[in-house]
């Protein structure tokens, strides 16, 4: 029993550094390089008044803009790694995102409607217009699946066409209601941008992770039980509605708040999940953790490289997942059927 705990603790301790250094590499590389030791001191400085001597410039760069954008995309590649991960179990396909699944379409509308519409005459705020939207699309596949069959095939065509659907309208309300410096920004923006990323945007993002993170681990034994379907996770005990009511709220509220903040961004939610079981297993205990560190340190690097790749320009992050993404699904595929 020792033993088990203390390999635990490694563990946890091995991945908390990973995350740490993922971090300490996101608030140094850039355009500018800063030097690691300026990152580690900036951070003292500012939780615990350290007092170091920094340049002001040097250190406004590091707190203001880099380290709250690299807290805000680990978040994000947490959040939609998880989401992932619960969505593929409860559907039983390994297909199921929240972007094949329409969430990320709807919760596109939903903020573009807030935006550019003025939807909820200014008592919906974005998270809240994305929300509904996420909420909304998904409800329009279920409908759908339901009506043409409950196998699982039957949600993903379901997912497709409501993705569709929903970017269509997004595109419809742009195009007809959005003046051309609008369209651009908003354009950029469902492409995935951490660009205009701030602390205030951690304090939303951070704490909607981890309790996301925490209703899904509680509810890690009823994935567990959904991987042998939903009849064999009934007998076991796991109220089925409920779960899925719970889980399925939870992905599409944690799909709908990244949306909110950094747009729309594909492949994570998809490859990340599969990359995770590749490590770590099937066992959703560890596989929901791991899901959470690969998707975060992923979405880290992602976010460094869109800033450096192309000197004085930053690509929209969606770009840099899709460029990285596509051909990792591809691979993980071609050895499922190796393997099959």
């Excluded at 993922?22 to 030097?35: F, Q, S, V």
């Excluded at 409860?90 to 409607?113: H, K, W």
């Excluded at 509904?132 to 379901?158: D, E, K, N, P, Q």
Aim: glycine residues 10%; charged residues 10%.
């Amino acid at each position: 029993m020792n033993h088990a705990v203390t390999r635990m603790l490694a563990i946890g301790l091995l991945a908390l550094a990973v995350l740490v250094l993922a971090l300490w590499l996101g608030a140094a590389i850039g355009e500018t390089a800063i030097p690691m030791d300026v990152v580690a001191k900036t951070a003292a400085n500012r939780l615990w008044s350290a007092g170091y001597a920094l340049d002001r410039i040097d250190e406004g760069i590091v707190w203001n803009y880099r380290l709250s954008r690299a807290v805000v995309a680990a978040c994000c590649g947490a959040a939609l790694a998880l989401s992932g991960a619960v969505l593929q179990s409860l559907l039983r396909n390994v297909l199921a995102d929240p972007y094949v699944l329409g969430i990320s379409a709807g919760a596109s509308t939903g903020a573009v409607g807030v935006v550019i519409l003025g939807l909820g005459a200014g008592i919906l705020s974005l998270p809240a217009g994305a929300f509904l939207g996420a909420l909304t699309a998904f409800s329009f596949v279920a409908v759908l699946a339901m009506r043409s069959g409950r196998g699982t095939g039957a949600v993903i065509l379901a997912g497709v066409a409501g993705s569709q659907l929903f970017n269509a309208l997004t595109s419809f309300i742009v195009t007809k209601a959005a003046n051309a410096e609008q369209a651009r920004g908003i354009m950029f923006w469902l492409l995935g941008n951490l660009s205009g990323v701030r602390w205030p945007d951690v304090w939303l993002a951070l704490p909607v992770t981890a309790v996301g993170l925490l209703v899904c681990l509680w509810h890690a034994r009823a994935l567990d039980a959904f991987t042998f379907g939903t009849e064999s996770a009934a007998s076991l005990g796991i109220s089925v509605r409920r779960a899925y009511v719970v889980l399925v709220g939870v992905a599409a509220m944690m799909t709908a708040v990244m949306v909110s903040i950094v747009g729309s961004i594909g492949f994570v939610g998809l490859v990340i999940p599969h990359a995770a079981r590749m490590v770590v297993g099937v066992r959703h205990g560890r596989l929901l953790p791991a899901s959470a560190l690969i998707g975060a340190v992923f979405m880290i690097i992602a976010d460094i490289l869109s800033r450096i790749i192309i000197p004085g320009q930053v690509l929209p992050i969606g770009v840099i997942t899709a460029l990285v993404g596509a051909p990792a699904f591809a691979l993980i595929l071609s050895q499922r059927k190796a393997t099959t």
